[in-house]
């Protein structure tokens, strides 16, 4: 029970970082800081869900393991346009 308390603690935590980093460029930039994304097919080379969860949960390295998420698993097509290409 703890360490789903953690990970939804987690969760919330790194939503909320991104919001405030949403919030920081829209004061920063204004309107110009949105930018819209084309969309993308699944058929592009985006994993599916199930293939999503199943990485995730297979994990074994010294630093990613079992279960350890990335923003990128939670926000999948999300750019700073702020960084340069």
């Known amino acids: 029970m703890k360490s789903k308390f953690r990970t939804q603690e987690f969760l919330y935590?790194?939503?909320l970082l991104v919001i405030k980093t949403f919030e920081k460029e829209?004061?920063?930039e204004g309107i110009d800081a949105l930018k819209p994304l084309k969309r993308v097919d699944l058929a592009d080379g985006i994993a599916l869900p199930d293939e999503v969860t199943n990485v995730v949960t297979n994990r074994s390295?010294?630093?990613l393991s079992a279960s350890t998420?990335?923003?990128s698993d939670f926000f999948t097509n999300l750019q700073k346009m702020s960084l340069p290409e």
């Open 61 to 63: 390295g010294s630093i």
């Open 13 to 15: 935590l790194l939503v």
């Open 69 to 71: 998420i990335l923003k």
């Open 26 to 28: 829209l004061f920063a």
